[in-house]
């Protein structure tokens, strides 16, 4: 193995083991209202992952008293009903709510990927969950991409034209073994 190979893999590893997964610490508490005034709160974390609503109330209104983050729903008859900081949003046709996901204002949440090539060679990369691209510089052979945390979806290209999709948390086989060039992840 020659020197700059052995640098490469060494600071991958370094870089793999200090990796963490999409966070999930800060929460914000969102009021969904119904009818007549019932309502019930749920806490959404921050991260930008998808959390599942399991209340059937149908809403009418949402609402935070957080500044700072902003949440997207989504309903049961496919509404999407975006909450920007600390406001109540109309939901248009009043529906239940099923999943939803909020993230600070000005951060892009992120997902740790591992990109695993042979003889247990790795590198770990953060990707931002909106959507946008992302190049890749390692020249690492990649043989598996592996995600440990729920919340993304992942597309990644090959140099070679493959495409390999993982959604969270999941290992994925590259299909033949090549160096990646490209991610994009979104939230779930």
Known sequence: MKFSD???????????????????TDQVAITFIGAADAQFSQSFPTDGSRVSITNPLSISHISSGTNGVSCTFHGIDNSDTTVNGAQTVDVGPPQTQVYGSCHLNGESPQVSVSFIGAADA?????????????????????????????GASCVFKGIDNSVTTVTGPATVDVGPPQTQVQGTCSAV
Not at 6 to 21: E, F, Y
């Open 122 to 150: 790795q590198f770990s990369q953060s990707f931002p969950v909106d959507g946008s691209s992302v190049q890749i510089t390692n020249p690492l052979s990649i043989s598996h991409i592996e995600i440990n945390s729920a």
């Open 6 to 24: 052995a640098l490469t893999l060494t600071v991958g590893l370094a870089t793999a083991a200090s990796a963490s997964p999409v966070r999930r």
